[in-house]
């Protein structure tokens, strides 16, 4: 299983674009890269998947270099809205049944 | 969408109870997770089932059992609950299909905040 690593916190302001990294040193050949964001009081919901080069949707592009060992996600111009945590998670396709370990998540928060 | 339901919001128990903690979920996903959160220490996956009846170990599953008679349907069993199980608890589902059960995004409820006292 990859293990992953991420900043604990980052502060930024309302407009500015955020990158968050993850690392992920041993992710395997069938793994996805996943980030997921939580609110208080509630469940993660799913953001982007990606794995490997660039994947962008209506929230965040997610950046994969070639040797995979790190991943990040940007969030463009972000709001009041977008404090949260952000959690990346290493998991793959196919293969036997294997547990789904999160790290500890990088708590954002947006300032005025 | 999918909606996973976790039957309460809120549970205060006392120390030694039998708690049981329900999660239901309507896509018809193979696979459900438990996860406990709490500050500092993120998710951590307590167990997970990818069939009826199947139940694997996660990573802090002393303590806990499970059951998956239904496949919408997964319960987490504290058999004699104790102070440090005060968390909150999550439910998870997401589906096999052909791309296999690690690499589908979950999809969590909004979770369970237990109380042991």
């Known amino acids: 299983l990859a293990k992953t690593t991420q900043p604990i916190s980052m502060d930024s302001y309302e407009g500015q674009e955020v990158n968050i990294t993850c690392s992920h040193n041993?992710?395997?050949?069938?793994?996805?890269i996943t980030w997921y964001q939580q609110f208080p009081s509630q469940g993660p919901r799913f953001i982007i998947q990606g794995y490997k080069t660039k994947v962008t949707n209506e929230v965040a592009s997610l950046f994969i270099p070639a040797d995979r060992k790190s991943s990040t996600l940007s969030l463009p111009r972000v709001s009041l809205s977008d404090t949260a945590v952000y959690y990346c998670?290493?998991?793959?396709?196919?293969?036997?049944?294997?547990?789904?370990?999160f790290g500890k998540g990088t708590k954002l928060s947006v300032k005025p | 969408d999918v909606k996973v339901t976790q039957s309460s919001r809120y549970l205060v128990k006392r120390t030694g109870e039998k708690v049981f903690l329900e999660c239901v979920q309507d896509m018809d996903h193979e696979n459900m997770f438990w996860y406990r959160q709490d500050p500092g220490l993120g998710l951590r996956l307590i167990y997970f089932?990818?069939?009826?009846?199947?139940?694997e170990k996660g990573d802090i599953p002393e303590g806990y059992s499970v059951s998956r008679e239904k496949k919408e349907r997964f319960s987490l069993i504290l058999e004699s609950a104790s102070t440090n199980q005060t968390s909150m608890y999550l439910c998870?589902?997401?589906?096999?299909?052909?791309?296999?059960?690690?690499?589908?995004?979950?999809?969590f409820g909004n979770g369970t905040r237990l109380t042991v006292t």
């Open positions: 998870a589902s997401s589906p096999s299909g052909g791309t296999g059960m690690r690499g589908s995004p979950l999809h």
């Open positions: 998670l290493v998991a793959g396709y196919g293969g036997s049944q294997g547990n789904l370990i």
């Open positions: 041993n992710i395997a050949t069938n793994d996805y």
């Open positions: 089932s990818y069939d009826v009846k199947m139940k």
